[in-house]
C-alpha cells in the first residue's frame, strides 16, 4: 500500500481537490464551487469531496494528510484571514473575517491539515515535484490575475514571524504609482499581473496616438490574453506594453536577489504564457539591477508543472 | 575550564580580536592594524595576536575556534571576495582580490575558523547577546560608513545559494537616483549610511538658501557628526536633513518587511546615534509603505551592545 496525500488549491471560484502518490502522480481529482456564501455548508461539500476521494483511491493507498493552498492562508495559526475573493469567508454583514479552517476540517474528516497561502503551496510543489527540484534556494513568483510569491531558503519556506512572509507582489516599485488593492501605491502586482498589464494597455492606448489592434477592444474590457493574442500578430503597441511589463518585473527580481540571494527565480502563472514577449526585457533589467557578483548568474526557470496539477501537487506536498 | 570564543573584526582601519566566553563577557582584547599591503605579513599579525590571547586567558578556559566578522566575506568558502577597503586583500596589481583567509588562519593557529560578513556578524551578535535574544525572526540594518544588513529567519542566518544574501544596502531606493561605490544608482546606503546623509547635506545646502550652522563648514569635509551636531543644537536645515534620511530609510524598511516577515528590525551603527532626529520619520514612513497586517506591528529596535564590542561578540557567537 502506498502513502498518499490530499492536496485542495482553493481559489475564488472553484476548489480543485486531489490525491497525489509520494513521487507527484494524481491519481484521482475533484473540484468543488467556492461560490457558496456560507461556510458551513462549503465545509461539508469539501469534506464529504475528501471523503469520496479517499474511498476512490483506497486500494492504492492511505491517505496521510492534507494540504491546502489557498488565498490568505496564514500556515502557523491554520486560519484564513480576510480574504477578499473567498464568499464563504465572511461575516453576516459581508466583510471578509478570520476562518479556523484547518481546525474544522480536521474535526471534519480526521485527518491531519496543513495549510499555506496559494504562492507558498506553488513554491513547495516547484521544489518537490517542478522545476526546482534539488534547488534549495530560490524565489517562486506567481504571475497571476495577481502577483503572489513564496521563497525558498536553505531547503525551507520562509514563513516570517506571523507566516505572512513572501508578499512580494506588494513590494514598491514605482514611487506614488498605481492605486493597488493592499491600500499602497506603486506595487509590483499593478504592473506585473494580468490585471497590471491591462492597466498598462489602457495607458498605453490613451497616451499613444499609435495605431493598434487593440483599438477594436473596448478599453475597459482589455484582457492580457487580447494583449498576447495582439503581440503574436506582431502589433507594436502589444510588444511594448510587454517589454514595459518586463522591464518593471525585472528591476523588481533584481532588488529581490539582494535579499535572498536565490539561485534561480522561478516565474508561474498566466502571464508566463506571453514570456516571449517579455523575457528578454525582464532579463535585461534585472541583471542592470545587480551588482557584478550576481550579474548574469542568476537563473531565471519557468513552472514545468500543468499549471492546473501544479497548485494541487504543492499544497499536498506539504503532507510529506 | 570554560569553553572560549575568540571574535575577530576586521576592519579597514584596524582588526578587533577578543577572548568571548559563553555568556558574552569579553575576557581580554588587542587590536591589530588593518593597514597592512601584505596578506602574508598580516595573517602572521592575526595569528600572532590570537595566540597570545589564547596564553593570557588559558588559566579561563580552552578556546574552541575563532568567528571572524570581515567585509565581503563569504562563509561558504571562507574566503574574502574582491573586499575594496582591505588592503592586505589586493593583488600584485592593487586590486582587490580573492583571499583564502579561513583556510590559512586554521593553517596558522590550528583552530577551527567560521566566518561571515560584518553585517551578518552583528546580526548573529544581537541575536545571541543582543536586544534580538528570543526574536527568531529579525533583519539587522547596519547604518555605518555603508548600509548592511543580516537577515535572521526561523532562527538562522539567510546566506543565499552563494553566501552572498543580505545585501540590503544596494536595494533600490531612487531610480535613476545618487550612484553608489558598487556601479548601481539610487542604493539605500547612498542615502542611509554616514556618507549617504553627507551626501544629503551638500545637496539640500546647494538647493536651499536658508541659514543652517552647516554652512560654516567645507562642504566637500561636511560629515554626519557635523549634522548632528548642529541638529542638537536646533538647526532646521539639519534637522530636514536626518528627515529626509529616515523617510528614504522608512520607504526601504516597509519593502523589507514584505520579504521575511520580522517581528522587528534591529538597527546598529553610527549613524543611530542621531536616531532622535530620524526615528519618528522612518517609522511614519515604513508604515505608510505596509500592508494592514503589518501597519504599527514591526517592532524597531536599536542595539543594546557597545558598538566596538558588538562586532567581537557577534563573530565569537559562530563559534558555538
Redesign the interface.
Known sequence: MERLAIGIDIGGQSSKCGVVTQDGTILEQSVVTSLIDNFDEYLELLAGTVKDLIRKTAHRGNVMGIGIGAPNANRLDGTI??APNLRWARDTEGKPCVIPLAERLIKATGLHVRITNDANAAARGEHTYGVARG???FIMITLGTGVGSG?I??G?L???????????G???V??DGRQCN???KGCLETYASAMGVARTAREFLQKESSDSLLRKIDPESISSKDIYDAAVQGDELARQIFAFTGRILG?AL???V??????AIVLFGGLTKSKEFFHDEMVRAMND??????KD?IRILYSSLKESDAAILGASSMVW
Open positions: 484571514r480576510y534547488i534549495d534556494d521563497i531558503s536553505h525551507r520562509v514563513y516570517g514571524h506571523d507566516g505572512f512572509a513572501g508578499e512580494l506588494h513590494v514598491c514605482v514611487q493592499c491600500g499602497l528591476r533584481g532588488d529581490f539582494k535579499f535572498s540571494s536565490p539561485e539591477n545587480l551588482m557584478q557578483v550576481w548568474q
